[in-house]
C-alpha cells in the first residue's frame, strides 16, 4: 500500500509515462498518431486500478471510482478502435502535427496528452487516498456520471446510425445531434465532473479544490484544443453548416429550434 498522496501521484506519472512511451512506440509502427486516442481511456483506467489497489483511503469508494473510470475508459477505447480500424491518420492531428515528423509528435502529442492524463487523474489519487467525507456527493457524482456516459453512448449510437443510412444529409442534426454539436464530448465532460464530485470533492474541501483542475481541464481541451473546435475546423466545409451552427449550441445542450 502506497499510504501518501505525492507517493499514489508519482505512481500515477509512471502509468502515464509507460503508456505513452508505448503508444509512441506503436504509432511509429503503424504510421498513425491517432491510435493515442485508444490509449487515452486506458491509461486513466490503469491509473484508477493502481490507485485503487495501491491507495488506502475509504475502500467501497475508491473501487466504485475505478469502477467509474473502467466502464467509461473500456466503452471509449473500444469505440474508437472500432472506429478507426483500417483507416488512416486523422484529420485533427494532421492539422495539429502541420507535416511535422516523429520528433514533432513527440512533442506535440504525446508529451502533451501524457501531462494532461495526469492532470485528469486526479480525482482518481485522491479517491486512492483520502477516506470519505460526504457520501451524497458520491451518490450526485454517480448521477452526473450516468448523464454523460448516456450522452456518449446514445450520441455515438446515432452517429453510427446516420452514416450507415445512404440518404443522409449532409449534417447530422438528428437526435442528440440536434441539442449539442458534440454530444460524445460533452458527455466526456459530465463524465469527469461526476468522477470529481464522488473522488475528490467528496474527499473533503482541500482535495476538491486541488483536483477541480481534473474536470476543468478535461472541458477545456475537448471543447477548445484537443475536441470540438478542431473537428470543426473540418465540419464547416459541409453544405448547410452554417444554418446548423446557427441553430444548434456548440457544447452545452439545449432544446432543438428551428
Not at 495539429?96 to 509528435?105: E, K, P, V, Y
Not at 443510412?165 to 442534426?173: K, T
Not at 483542475?213 to 473540418?234: C, D, H
Request: proline letters at 5%; one cysteine or more; aromatic letters at 12%.
Amino acid at each position: 500500500m502506497i499510504s501518501t498522496w505525492w507517493g499514489l501521484a508519482l505512481l500515477a506519472v509512471a502509468i502515464a509515462a509507460l503508456a505513452m512511451v508505448v503508444t509512441a512506440l506503436v504509432a511509429r509502427a503503424v504510421g498513425r498518431v491517432s491510435v493515442v486516442d485508444v490509449t487515452w481511456g486506458l491509461a486513466l483506467v490503469a491509473i484508477g486500478l493502481g490507485c485503487a489497489v495501491a491507495g488506502t483511503g475509504t475502500p467501497w469508494r475508491r473501487w466504485l471510482v475505478f469502477a467509474l473510470v473502467a466502464l467509461w475508459g473500456c466503452r471509449l477505447a473500444w469505440h474508437i478502435l472500432s472506429r478507426s480500424r483500417g483507416k488512416g491518420e486523422d484529420p485533427r492531428y494532421e492539422e495539429l502535427l502541420d507535416g511535422g515528423g516523429f520528433g514533432t509528435a513527440i512533442r506535440k502529442v504525446f508529451l502533451t496528452q501524457g501531462l494532461v492524463i495526469c492532470l485528469i487523474a486526479l480525482p482518481l489519487v485522491a479517491a486512492g487516498h483520502f477516506d470519505l467525507v460526504s457520501w451524497p456527493l458520491v451518490a450526485a457524482g454517480v448521477a452526473v456520471w450516468v448523464v454523460g456516459v448516456v450522452f456518449e453512448t446514445v450520441g455515438d449510437a446515432q452517429l453510427a446510425s446516420y452514416k450507415s443510412d445512404p440518404g443522409r444529409a449532409p449534417i447530422m442534426d438528428r437526435g442528440l445531434w440536434g441539442w449539442t454539436r458534440h454530444p460524445s464530448y460533452f458527455g466526456d465532460a459530465c463524465v469527469w465532473w461526476g468522477i470529481w464530485l464522488a473522488g475528490g470533492a467528496a474527499s473533503g474541501w482541500l482535495p476538491a479544490l486541488v483536483t477541480v483542475l481534473s474536470p476543468l481541464a478535461m472541458t477545456y481541451f475537448i471543447r477548445n484544443v484537443t475536441g470540438a473546435k478542431l473537428l470543426e475546423k473540418t465540419m464547416s466545409t459541409r453544405p448547410g453548416w452554417d444554418e446548423y451552427a446557427a441553430r444548434v449550441p456548440l457544447f452545452v445542450p439545449r432544446p432543438p429550434r428551428r
